[in-house]
């Protein structure tokens, strides 16, 4: 069985919501309090998920995978920083789990990189903009990461997505979240928006029949 995000973990991003909304520069915003709203949602849905251990494949990740983790040389493109998310402690780092966790993480960079540009460029239509080339850029990565068959890793993913690609979406967003209340509370609507999507993407994947 691969491990689930726990629920308290998902819990703690909702309550550095509630703790950083009256420093957050717009915390009118109904995307907070969609979210604490949905807490109950939230934990019921991770609670009724439920993954099949039939062939799935655990293997040593990154962890901590995002666009910052790459380097590219103009001919080849070299990933670093294998030690994981800082936050967590050296055990659950060790510890192996899908890949999917870290297909999930860059999916979420795409995600993030974009919102951050939206932010910097400061205009009210940024994210309807960036819409487009931002989910251009996750297919094409969906895609380049399904064509590279041929090996265990691979077709074991694919057959664990897209389930668990939204879960680990949700957790990741979370993480984001917990991380943006402690260092960057102005940063936080940016992971907000991200587990609202990965939220709904999540909760109908789980009620699907």
Avoid at 76 to 97: C, L, M, Q, T, V
Avoid at 120 to 142: M, Q, T, V, Y
Avoid at 162 to 177: G, R
Wanted: net charge negative.
């Amino acid at each position: 069985m691969t491990t689930l995000p726990s629920i308290p973990k998902l819990l703690a991003a909702i309550e550095q919501f509630e703790r950083a909304v009256d420093v957050l520069l717009s915390c009118d915003d109904p995307l907070v309090s969609r979210i604490v709203d949905a807490r109950s949602e939230i934990v019921e849905a991770v609670r009724r998920a439920q993954f099949g251990d039939s062939g799935a494949l655990k293997i040593r990740i990154h962890g901590d995978f995002h666009l910052g983790q790459v380097l590219w040389s103009g001919t080849d493109a070299y990933i670093i920083d294998f030690e994981g998310e800082p936050a967590r402690p050296i055990e659950s780092r060790r510890a192996k789990s899908s890949a999917v966790k870290d297909v999930a993480g860059l999916l979420r960079s795409i995600d993030y990189a974009a919102a951050f540009a939206a932010k910097e460029e400061n205009r009210a239509d940024g994210a309807a903009i960036l819409h487009a080339p931002i989910s251009a850029a996750e297919k094409g990565f969906l895609r380049a990461y399904q064509d590279a068959r041929g090996t265990e890793v691979t077709a074991s993913v694919m057959s664990d997505a897209p389930d668990l690609l939204n879960l680990f979406a949700l957790e990741k967003a979370a993480y984001e979240v917990c991380y943006e209340a402690a260092n960057r509370p102005d940063w936080l609507l940016i992971p907000v928006r991200g587990m609202v999507r990965a939220l709904a993407a999540f909760t109908d994947a789980v009620n699907a029949p």
